[in-house]
């Protein structure tokens, strides 16, 4: 027999390094799963990502166990690795502080896709290129569609 779904609940936690301090413990705790638990499979589940901020969207039961599935880092995160830029721009629309091309809004489309809710790789390289530019990134060249 199938187990009931309670909830669902979303966090941002760098890959191999779930602890349960906040934000993940009090989540997690409210919902009465099991934090060490969580962590441990988490942990080893990332241990390759080390270091990357991976979305988790953790699927609780009314009997407290819980599956989680581990999505691919933000398009944020990723366009900020790939211009080595700590942080997006204040002022978006006046300063920009890096370009990227459309190869490699490619590259991270391609990633992002199975999380991205389009159907077509040129879709998700506009989405892309829509995070950057309001991150204060212009991409350069031609749209290759």
Known sequence: MAKEVAGFIKL??????ANPSPPIGPALGSKGV??????????????????KVLPVVITYYTDK???????????????M???????????PNRKKVATVTWEQVRQIAQEKMPD????????????????????????????PG
């Open 34 to 51: 099991n934090i060490m638990e969580f962590c441990k499979q988490f942990n080893a589940r990332t241990q390759s990502q080390a270091g």
């Open 12 to 17: 941002q936690v760098k890959g191999g390094a």
């Open 116 to 143: 991205l809710n389009c159907f077509t790789l040129e879709s998700a390289m506009k989405m892309v290129a829509g995070t950057a530019r309001s991150m204060g990134i212009t991409v350069t060249g031609e749209f």
């Open 65 to 79: 166990s819980f599956d989680f599935v581990v999505k691919t880092p933000p398009v944020s995160v990723q366009l």
């Open 81 to 91: 690795e790939m211009t080595k830029q700590q942080k997006g721009s204040p002022e």
